[in-house]
């Protein structure tokens, strides 16, 4: 049998192997911090005996599919911990989630955070006993008469869920037992850096008709540093809830009135009116005309890009004179009647339509967060209609406008290629297979790196995902540019070839911001409510030293800014210049200007940056050229 590994060197072995086997006989240190397999890529158990010749990779916790085997044995060593100190507990579900894991509980009475510091010293003890993790199989049959005996209700139904023929695994850690397709760590012992975090409710299945369950969400690193790096991040990211400075500053609010859609305040638009300002300009450069589609459509129109039958119950409807209707969810179906509704040539391709388009969709109450999770948004869409050989050139100029977009807010990203779904697909294998190769082909030419993410297409086409970082290494899946061959199919679209043919274009659908009312959330946490010049609601604040003797100059600075469009105030009030200065900065204004008698006999401004102790004294004209730079250039403070 031979074995080849990540390296490209070859083991051979005259007998079957497990995986961790295979990483001692490799090195006993490699052992040690081996948390996962991959196998032909696939993720497997470090249990998984091998049989034939494969290629082998020995995953840590360096890699993704590490951490998630990792935290998820963390949330098994919660969940049995918890079953120690209470018992009637029953247990629902506990997977590893992005940087970190949860494990969703029913409890008579509610957990408080005194709990989870009993909870933690119990773990402790779990992760000291260096217990031994294995795992079994039972018929359906079997299993389901084995929770019900360990009285786990929510176990039993996960089970008998699942086809009459299935197998199903456990995996046991001393007295604990669960219901789990692993992978696990071998023993509890290297989930010594770990911190529950958080107490949330959880409907059953994220169906609100459901019981309501405690979820208790928690982390784990293999080292401590890397525990307290990543809470010290976390507290950071507290101090910069969106929700939080958007309260602080003025830029939106929620309502009960409204759940999940959002107020802007005036500072607020003057935010989102600034970015979309900023989309128009850029997307006329680059060539889109701008359209704008009804926000309510007929059900007819739903029926026929399938929404109706698959997103029915994220839709709100109404009836009008006696036929359905629904408010748009997206923007794409109304694009689409745009291109149809002229006749088009080979020679109008690429045609560029952009849409700023105001969509509803019915998200669970329990999901909504802030600005980051809405029941109604402005997508910044575009919808891309082209010839097929013009797919790769038009994905290559997408993707550079997606790096400039992005390099203006300081945001990195990565770009995922999804690939066509195994099953559940439309369209020819090889057009699939053209299309693919023109967005990896067009991310080489771009310069960019890609991560292919086998099978996540969406059913029409496949697509790049962009992922932001932001500047506490968080990631946000942003952009996104998707290939639809549905949609032109669903619609007859056509356009006319050179030959006089009607040919079937290729439609792209494109975001960047995606959502602005998410995007706006992110830029809130990223700049931690400390926006650029350019982009902040009130840029300038003119702080006179004395209300009588200096006010008027003051007031002439003013007019000299709003002349030119700078969103500058004067704070004249009758209070302490100190007092002036710090609210200035507790409203984190990028320029507060302080005049007193040097600059009115002089002609001059001292200005002081946000966060910044030390002053600059400057001319009124180099005020004035600095200021419009800024705001010209984009530069980022």
Same mark, same amino acid.
Request: hydrophobic letters at 35%; a neutral charge; proline letters at 4%.
């Given at each position: ?11 051979e072995?005259?007998n ?10 490799? %090195?006993e ?20 005996v091998?049989? #034939? ?34 018992p ?8 590893s ?8 509980m ?8 005194e709990?989870?510091e009993k ?10 006993e ?35 023929d299935?197998?199903i ?8 037992v669960?219901?789990?397709a692993?992978?696990h ?12 975090t &958080? ?19 928690g982390t784990?690193?293999?080292k401590k540093?890397?525990?307290d790096?990543?809470l010290?991040?976390?507290?950071e ?10 309260k602080e ?5 929620? !309502? ?13 638009m ?14 006329q450069?680059?060539g ?16 026929? %890009? ?9 839709m ?5 004179d006696d ?19 002229e ?5 109008? @391709?690429? /045609?560029?339509m ?12 329990? =999901? ?9 948004f ?7 209609f ?6 790769? &050139?038009?994905?290559m100029q997408? +993707? =550079?406008?997606?790096?400039r977009?992005y %390099?203006?807010f300081?945001? %990195? ?20 297979e053209?299309?693919?190769?023109? /967005?990896?082909?067009a ?7 890609? #991560? ?8 029409y ?10 500047? @506490?290494g ?5 952009? $996104?540019?998707? /290939?639809d ?28 911001f995606? &959502? +602005? ?17 350019w982009?902040?609601p009130q ?24 002349a #030119? ?9 009758n ?23 040097g600059?009115?006999e ?6 002081? !940056?946000?966060?910044?102790?030390d002053?600059? $004294?400057?001319?009124?004209e ?16």
């Open positions: 049998m031979k074995i080849t590994l990540k390296d490209g060197s070859v083991k072995y005259e079957n192997m497990s995986v961790i086997d295979i990483a001692k006989d490799i %090195s240190g490699l052992a040690r911090v081996a948390c996962a397999g991959e196998v032909d890529g696939e993720v497997v158990d470090l249990r998984t091998i049989d #034939k010749d494969c290629e082998l990779n020995i995953l840590t916790f360096d890699s993704d599919e590490g951490k998630h085997a990792f935290r998820h044995t963390a949330s098994h060593i919660l969940a049995q911990a918890v079953k120690r100190l209470y009637e507990t029953k247990l629902a579900i506990g997977p989630i992005d940087n970190g894991f949860y494990y969703d029913e409890k008579d009475t509610p957990f408080t955070q709990d989870l909870i933690e010293k119990e773990m402790k003890k779990i992760v000291k260096n217990l031994e993790i294995t795992s079994f199989t039972k018929p359906r049959d079997e299993a389901i008469a084995f929770m019900k005996e360990r009285n786990e209700p929510y176990k039993v139904e996960l089970i008998e869920d699942l086809p009459e299935s197998v695994s456990f995996y046991q850690q001393g007295e604990f669960d219901l789990c692993g992978p760590l071998m023993t509890t012992k290297p989930v010594k850096a770990f911190k529950l &958080s107490i949330a409710g959880a409907y059953w299945r994220g169906d609100e008709h459901n019981q309501m369950l405690t979820r208790i969400y784990a690193f293999t540093a890397e525990l790096a990543y010290t991040m976390m507290e990211a507290r101090k910069r809830d969106h929700r939080k400075l958007g500053l003025g830029l939106f609010m929620m !309502r009960e009135e409204g759940p999940g859609f959002p107020f802007f305040l005036p500072k607020g003057v935010l989102k009116n600034t970015l979309l300002d900023y989309w128009r300009e850029i997307h450069k680059a889109y005309v701008e359209i704008s589609t009804p926000i309510m459509l007929s059900r007819h129109l739903w029926e026929t %890009s399938g929404h109706w039958d698959h997103y029915k119950e994220n709100y409807t109404t009836v009008i036929q359905d209707f629904a408010i748009k969810p997206m923007n794409c179906p109304g694009g689409v009647l745009v291109y149809d509704s006749p088009r040539s080979y020679r109008d @391709l690429p /045609l560029r952009g849409e700023l388009g105001l969509v509803h969709r019915h998200e669970k109450s329990g =999901q909504l967060h802030g600005l980051m999770r809405v029941r109604c402005t997508q910044d869409d575009a919808h891309i082209m010839r097929p050989d013009q797919i790769e &050139s038009e994905v997408l +993707i =550079q406008f997606i790096d977009v %390099s203006v300081g945001l %990195s990203y990565r770009i995922e290629l999804s690939t066509r779904p195994e099953k559940k697909y439309i369209g020819d294998l090889a057009i699939w053209q299309s693919e190769k023109a /967005l990896a082909d991310c080489v030419h771009a310069g960019k790196d890609y #991560k292919v993410n086998p099978g996540d297409g969406a059913f086409g496949p697509k790049l995902d962009f992922h932001i970082k932001d500047s @506490l968080r990631e946000w899946q942003c952009g $996104t540019i998707q /290939l061959m549905n949609l032109p199919e669903r619609f007859d679209l056509t356009y006319v070839e050179k030959d006089g043919s009607k040919v079937r274009p290729v439609m792209l659908h494109r975001v960047i995606g &959502s +602005i009312e998410r995007f706006i959330g992110i830029l809130i946490e990223h700049f931690a409510g400390h926006f650029p010049v982009l902040a840029q300038v604040v003119i702080v006179p030293v004395h209300h009588e003797r200096h006010l008027a100059y003051a007031q002439q600075l003013e007019a000299m800014l709003l #030119k469009g700078v969103r500058v105030k004067v704070d004249g009030r209070e302490k210049l100190g007092y002036r200065v710090r609210e200035a900065q507790t409203h984190k204004i990028p320029m507060q200007i302080v005049v007193g008698d600059e009115v002089n002609g001059t401004a001292t200005v002081r !940056r946000y966060g910044k102790k002053s600059v $004294t400057i001319t009124k180099e005020l004035l050229e600095s200021i419009l730079n800024e705001i010209e250039t984009k530069v980022r403070v």
